[in-house]
Structures are given as C-alpha cells and as structure tokens.
C-alpha cells in the first residue's frame, strides 16, 4: 500500500525510537521528539511501539490513501479531516479507499504523530528508520517531506488495535517544572546562580529546532571566564554559551561541545520538551538520580495501565 503526499505541511518526516549507540561517530541520536506519543500512535493502530510514523510539526500534512488503511493521530491537539468529516485523536481510525487526510496546525503543543497500522516502510539505516536531516540519511530520503512523495507501507503484523481507558492528553503534556538532574559542569555554576536558574522563567526562542532549544531569559554566569575542552553531551544536556541564554540538547544534538553544561533534563520529560513550541515559558527544578529513575518507572506503569482489557 502506498500513501501520497499532496501537502508536506511546515516539517513532517519519518521517526521511530532513533538510533543509539553511534554518538562515538559523531551520530546524533534522532528519532520521535516526543516518543511517548509515537508508542501511543503505534499502539493504537496495532503496530510495535516504536515502529516508524510521520512527526509532523506546527503544521500538519496532507496525506492521500491508495487503499484503506488504518491510522491513528496522538501528541498535540491538531484539527484533521477526511473530507468532511473530523478524524478523532488518540483512537484508531480507518482511513477509506481514495480519502484524503488533512492535518491543521497544532495548538497547545509542537508536534503531533500519525501512525499507520503496518508502519511507514523504510530502509532502515543502523537499526532505525529515523530521519537524521543534518546528516541526510534515513527516513524517507534522508529528509523531510515533500508534495509528490509515495510513501509505502508495511504489511500489518498480528497485534491487534487497542483502545485507550483514560483521557492521555494531560499525561502526554506533563504540567509544572521540567525535571534535571546536575549538569556535568555544575560546579562552574556558584550556587545563587544556580538556584537563579532554577528559579527563572525562560522562553522558547523562535530559533530553536530539533537540534536544540534556545531559550531567553536572564544571563547565566559562570564562576569565572575560562574555556572547556571539547566533551561528550548527553540527550537533554542544557548548555550555557558565552551569552548566558541556556540550550536545551535535544533529538537532533551534536554529540560534543564545548560549553558547560548546568543540568540535563530527565529521560520521563524529555517528551515534553519536544512538545514546547516557540514563546512557550518554560522552568527546571532539580531532583536526584534515583528520583529520575522513580518518575521513569512511573511513566512506564503508567504507559501499561492505559490500556482497555
């Protein structure tokens, strides 16, 4: 089965849970930005969890069927219609032979994801169909979408459609402070300034993307002016440049860099990260490690329990 691409919306591409293990290459990790909504598509539609669908950012795309199929929209809160009529999210829908999807824009988050039920089929490219859009592989020819594109389809596995028993919009969107732990170079950091940081509203800048999240707010200051040696980053680390505006690394990062690091986000957050959208204010709050490990686990009890029997 195939799927036309009669408008690519502002950025869709093909994700799935990224590819790990290369950042010693240079690789960047990729992937869904927000993956907790990718697992809920794929989920609903029947498919393994992370199997690859379309991300698409604050504008959706316009998709037309070959044949009928079955998909399912989660993440942020976007009007889609088939013809006239509006496609429910989180829950599977069926798509009729010939229809036309059509994905408005977003409106209280960055990005929403359409699984099909058989995945979106993709060479895969070091064990993931991610597409790096830096590098140019992976994906659907290594970048994002176009008007003209065939998409195929994989053959549908024996998992069967599942259905949700609670409402996950308020779950996927998290509520409060961004969790982090201590950054690598905390102690660069005296402790007012990091309990400023701590305490300070920043907002989301109009330059950010999947790469990283540049944020505006007050300065943050190191101890003293001095230069680090090129290292490892972490998904989720946040850096601090010469200008003092914090970065927040995401899907997209370079693995090294030379700025400090203040703190890193929590792998349980790190889907709301990829659902804040430019303007978006946005606070930390620091917990332990062991405390980042229990709100993990959470998250997976909690991503267990939502299903109906």
């Known amino acids: 089965m195939t799927i036309r691409v009669v408008k690519p919306g502002l950025l869709t591409t093909v994700q799935d849970r990224g590819r790990y293990g290369y950042a010693h290459l240079g690789i960047s990790p990729c992937g869904a930005a927000d993956a907790m909504s990718l697992r809920i598509a794929n989920l609903l539609v029947g498919n393994e969890e992370y199997a690859g669908a379309l991300e698409m950012t604050l504008l959706g795309a316009t998709l037309e069927f070959e044949e009928k199929a079955i998909v399912a929209i989660t993440g942020a809160s976007c009007e889609c219609k088939a013809g006239s009529n509006r496609i429910a999210a989180n829950a599977p829908v069926e798509m009729a032979t010939g229809s036309v999807l059509q994905c408005g824009s977003t409106t209280d988050g960055a990005r929403c994801y359409l699984a099909i039920q058989g995945g979106v089929d993709v060479t895969a490219v070091m064990g993931s169909c991610s597409t790096d859009l830096r590098g140019r592989f992976g994906g659907h020819e290594g970048r994002r979408l176009q008007a003209g594109d065939v998409l195929h389809v994989g053959q549908p596995g024996r998992a069967r459609q599942r259905r949700l028993r609670v409402d996950v919009r308020d779950g996927v969107r998290g509520a409060g402070a961004i969790r982090v732990t201590s950054g690598a170079q905390r102690d660069w950091f ?84 990829g659902q804040l959208r430019p303007r978006d204010e946005v606070r930390f709050a620091e917990i332990s490690i062991p405390e980042a490990t229990d709100a993990l686990q959470a998250q997976e009890r909690w991503l267990v329990e939502l299903w109906q029997d």
Do not use: C, W
Not at 194 to 223: P, W
Not at 231 to 258: C, M, N, R, S, Y
């Open 190 to 273: 005296s402790s007012d300034t990091y309990a400023k940081f701590l305490a300070t509203g920043y907002v989301v800048s109009e330059q950010s993307d999947r790469a990283g999240l540049r944020l505006k707010g007050d300065a943050v200051e190191t101890r003293e002016s001095k230069q680090l040696l090129t290292d490892g980053i972490p998904l989720g680390a946040i850096q601090v440049p010469q200008d003092g505006q914090p970065i927040i690394l995401f899907v997209d990062q370079q693995t090294t860099g030379g700025y400090p690091k203040i703190a890193n986000v929590v792998a349980a957050d790190m889907h709301r990260v």
